[in-house]
């Protein structure tokens, strides 16, 4: 007999409680998001990859949420 194991969709607990903190306590910090990494810009940046505000990051983590609760549903 096979166990069927579920997915429970990720929570991203701990970039959202670093994101609020730098709201709460007004840093002002750039972000970047590749292959499910998170990444905080501290030096002159000169990537290609989409840069985020901490509040544009806490959206988009957000949304990222919402669609693997989404992509659970359909599976």
């Known amino acids: 007999m096979m166990e069927t194991i579920t997915k429970k969709p990720r929570e991203y607990k701990s970039i959202k409680w670093i994101l609020k903190n730098h ?14 990494n998170f990444t905080c810009i501290y030096d002159n940046y000169d990537g290609d990859i989409r840069v985020y505000t901490v509040n544009q990051m806490l959206k988009f983590v957000d949304k990222l949420i919402l669609k693997e609760k989404e992509d659970d549903k359909t599976q």
């Open 23 to 36: 709201i709460k306590n007004n840093v002002r910090s750039l972000w970047t998001y590749e292959d499910d």
